[in-house]
């Protein structure tokens, strides 16, 4: 089984973030992508959309402790190696946890730990998810509105 299309896709998602007073956020995406000419393994081609939808809800336990569950939908199609398509779903709850380590410097390092559980199509699959992001502004907010 191959890991990919062997094809550039094109893909667009709307996000929505809402606060709901100070200690609670909640975010919503939702999308579709597109895949020219992506090939089978056996190396046939058609054209496939996929589409996603994620939302998550978001405790803001303390300025730098978040607890988090998410849901992930996907509906992907595949190329068959006869070239028709077929579908692929899965969906996903996401319990976990992140930190933030902020610096003078602007640089905030983000790890976090999250336990994937899934559900229906994806049911009996589990998983650890580790995360690891370093976010720096690009620009000072101060020079910008100067």
């Not at 006869?82 to 410097?105: M, Q, T």
């Amino acid at each position: 089984m191959g890991m990919g299309t062997d094809a550039v896709g094109y893909q667009v998602n709307l996000p929505v973030s809402i606060e709901f007073g100070d200690r609670w956020v909640t975010h919503w995406n939702a999308g579709m992508t597109f895949t020219p000419a992506a090939k089978a393994s056996t190396g046939v081609e058609a054209d496939i959309a996929g589409y996603n939808a994620g939302a998550s809800l978001i405790l803001l336990a303390s300025e730098t402790f978040n607890v988090m569950t998410e849901a992930v939908w996907t509906s992907t199609q595949i190329v068959n190696p006869d070239s028709s398509r077929s579908r692929e779903e899965s969906f996903f709850i996401n319990p976990g946890v992140r930190g933030a380590i902020n610096y003078k410097s602007g640089l905030q390092i983000v790890p976090g730990l999250a336990f994937p559980i899934g559900i229906g199509a994806s049911h009996g699959e589990y998983g650890v998810f580790l995360y690891l992001s370093f976010e720096h502004p690009f620009l000072s907010t101060q020079s910008i509105f100067k």
